[in-house]
């Protein structure tokens, strides 16, 4: 077991702004990581991103980093 296994008890969340058809990406908060999975494959491959790298994700999509221009 590595550090960000994500333990089956672990909630995993849905954003508000999903619109329900199930293409959506669900988050795990961890320790020390955010996990991410598909929610229509929740049995599939789990994305761990440590916690400063998704901190600074979080800020940039604030900032409006990623907005097509």
Do not use: H
Request: glycine share 8%.
């Amino acid at each position: 077991m590595n550090r960000y296994t994500v333990d089956p008890r672990t909630p995993w969340l849905k954003s508000s702004y999903s619109n329900g058809n199930g293409d959506c990406v669900e988050v795990a908060s961890l320790t020390e990581a955010v996990a991410m999975r598909d929610s229509k494959q929740v049995e599939g491959a789990v994305l761990n991103v440590p916690a400063p790298g998704w901190k600074a994700f979080i800020a940039g999509v604030t900032e409006g980093s990623f907005t097509a221009r």
